[in-house]
């Protein structure tokens, strides 16, 4: 398991464009180790630079570009969410930040299927 949601993601379009980590900087310009520490989570919150030259490599959809910007901000997102949103393109950007930004008591976490169908029906009762 990947130890953030940015690396998560990440990795995730980086195998769905079936490129691998020194593909995906040779493409980018970026640094090799940088793109690999970014994908374990030794490195977060990489610079706008950074970001937009993996973006235009990975050439994710518009909602996973979106979320990837987003995670780059808040990288300890829950993987498994993260993970979970990128196989379902169905689930909006906005009921993905907020089933991100729900806190939880003690560290067990919700499985992002349940946490995502309570964010919908709030969201749809507003």
Same mark, same amino acid.
Not at 3 to 14: W, Y
Not at 32 to 57: C, F, M, Q, W
């Given at each position: ?10 990795? +995730? ?39 937009? +030259?993996?973006?235009?490599?990975? +050439? ?60 919908? +029906? ?5």
């Amino acid at each position: 398991m990947l130890p953030t949601g940015f690396g998560a993601a990440l990795n +995730k379009l980086r195998e769905r464009r079936t490129l691998s980590l020194r593909e995906l900087s040779t493409l980018a310009e970026v640094d090799h180790a940088y793109v690999y520490r970014l994908e374990t989570g030794e490195k977060t919150n990489p610079s706008d630079e950074a970001l937009e +030259k993996l973006i235009r490599v990975l +050439k994710p959809g518009a909602r996973d570009a979106a979320m990837l910007k987003w995670l780059a901000a808040h990288p300890d997102t829950d993987p498994n969410l993260v993970l979970y949103v990128l196989d379902d393109p169905r689930v909006p950007l906005e009921h993905f930040t907020a089933a991100a930004g729900t806190v939880h008591r003690g560290t067990a976490r919700p499985d992002p299927a349940k946490l995502l169908e309570r964010v919908r +029906k709030i969201m749809e009762e507003e």
